[in-house]
């Protein structure tokens, strides 16, 4: 049974940076699809992005140019590098995973069947 679990979550001022990591166990994420989901409150879970076993990203228009995500195959790990944020970028984020194709790049959450509990990020001054 594959289990997920975030950390890096925090406070952070405009124009910080923070680095949100998704530890895996129980199963390699070789064979996984993975993405990072965010859920701010009183909106709907929108996706961030995503990196499929080929290590293809692809990023929401929103966080374009500001959020990196990478695979650490020796750490059974994926790592969202947020650059740049904004107090719009407050959110519980959430990864999770999908058993795809080497190719496959979705990004609809009803897809993912494993999904971390979630760390919290706060942007404001």
């Known amino acids: 049974q594959l289990q997920l679990v975030e950390s890096g979550g925090d406070f952070v001022q405009p124009g910080g940076s923070l680095r949100l990591s998704c530890v895996a166990s129980g199963v390699s994420l070789e064979y996984y699809l993975i993405g990072w989901f965010r859920q701010a409150p009183g909106k709907e879970r929108e996706g961030v992005s995503y990196?499929?076993?080929?290590?293809?990203?692809n990023y929401s228009d929103s966080v374009k140019g500001r959020f990196t995500i990478s695979r650490d195959n020796a750490k059974n790990a994926v790592h969202l590098q947020m650059n740049s944020l904004k107090p719009e970028d407050t959110a519980d984020y959430y990864c999770?995973?999908?058993?795809?194709?080497?190719?496959?790049?979705?990004?609809?959450?009803?897809?993912?069947?494993?999904w971390g509990q979630g760390t919290q990020v706060t942007v404001s001054s």
């Open positions: 990196i499929n076993r080929n290590s293809v990203a």
């Open positions: 999770a995973a999908k058993f795809a194709s080497r190719t496959d790049l979705s990004s609809s959450p009803s897809e993912y069947t494993y």
